[in-house]
């Protein structure tokens, strides 16, 4: 299982966890229909799911920056859009039937959804955290 969950990839606000979990969980989906050989048409299908969930999960984030007014919030946005664009992509690469998808894409995938959610994803947690230890009197 490439895109196995595992515990230290939680940053500690369910909702954005829960969120992550199913992202890798479609991803994994997508690699076993890939290594399945089936046909584009489930590729888009998987494809379209990820996308749904991607923009989910990154509007949960999203909404939690201005909640606790992060000021990375910019930065932060700009790094989803890149990845949305990622997104995009694969989709039309999809749906003229020239997607290749190969163990080089997994693994790219994957190192950026690593990557995010142990920077900045985690970075944003850690603030959202501290904001809420000085709101919360003892
Ligand atoms: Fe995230
Ligand atoms: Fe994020």
Redesign the pocket.
């Known amino acids: 299982m490439q895109f196995e969950w595992k515990k230290e990839y939680n940053?500690n606000i369910r909702t954005?966890d829960l969120?992550?979990q199913k992202v890798f969980e479609l991803f994994e989906d997508l690699l076993n229909k890939y290594n399945l050989g089936s046909d584009n048409s489930y590729i888009e299908n998987i494809l379209n799911r990820i996308s749904a969930q991607v923009y989910d999960?990154?509007n949960v984030?999203e909404k939690l920056f201005y909640q606790y007014g992060y000021p990375q919030s910019h930065q932060h946005k700009i790094i989803?859009e890149e990845f949305k664009i990622r997104i995009v992509m694969l989709k039309l690469m999809a749906s003229k039937n020239y997607l290749i998808l190969n163990n080089k894409i997994f693994n790219q995938l994957k190192d950026w959804w690593l990557n995010?959610?142990l920077g900045?994803?985690k970075r944003f947690a850690d603030f959202a955290a501290k904001r809420e230890l000085e709101v919360t009197p003892n």
Do not use: A, K, Q, T
Request: charged fraction near 25%.
């Open positions: 940053v954005i969120g992550h999960v990154f984030e989803h995010h959610l900045e994803d």
